[in-house]
C-alpha cells in the first residue's frame, strides 16, 4: 500500500493523505472547491466549485501519472443537492466523455468544510 501527497497539490484541510493506493486502486481523497495557491477561499457558485474541484482531482492524479480516463467511481457531495444538482450535472459532465462515465454516487450533505458547496472524491484504477 503506498500513501501519496502531491508536490503542490491542493493543501489538506484535515490529517490525511491525497491519495491512497493498493492493488492497481487509488483511492483519491475529496477535494475541496479552493485552489493549492489560496487555500480556503472559494468562488462563488456551484459551477465555478465544481471546476475548481476537479482541477484539484486532476492535480492529484496528474502527481500520479493518471488522468480522468482512469477514474472508476466518483462520490460528489453537496450542501445546497436541490438548487445545485442540474447546474453540477452539466459541468461534471463536461470532464467526461459521454460513453466513459465513471459509476457514480451523489449526496446532500448538512456541511462540508470551508463551507463548501461541493466535495468530490474518486477512485482510479491503474492501467494493465
Do not use: W
Not at 485552489?35 to 457558485?45: A, I, K, M
Not at 459532465?93 to 446532500?108: E, I, N
Request: hydrophobic content about 40%; some cysteine; overall charge negative.
Amino acid at each position: 500500500m503506498q500513501f501519496h501527497m502531491i508536490s503542490g497539490g491542493p493543501k489538506p484541510v484535515a490529517p490525511f493523505s491525497h491519495a491512497v493506493e493498493t492493488d492497481g486502486f487509488v483511492f483519491v481523497t475529496g477535494q475541496m472547491p479552493d485552489t493549492p495557491e489560496v487555500p480556503g477561499v472559494l468562488p462563488d457558485g456551484i459551477e465555478a466549485q465544481t471546476h475548481h474541484v476537479m482541477a484539484n482531482l486532476k492535480t492529484v492524479l496528474a502527481g500520479l501519472g493518471l488522468g480522468l480516463e482512469h477514474v472508476v467511481m466518483a462520490r460528489i457531495y453537496l450542501t445546497r443537492f436541490k438548487e445545485d444538482y442540474e447546474v453540477m450535472n452539466a459541468t461534471y459532465r463536461g470532464y467526461f466523455s459521454a460513453d466513459r462515465l465513471p459509476a457514480r454516487t451523489c449526496v446532500g450533505v448538512t456541511g462540508l468544510a470551508y463551507d463548501a458547496l461541493i466535495e468530490i472524491d474518486l477512485v482510479a484504477r491503474r492501467p494493465g
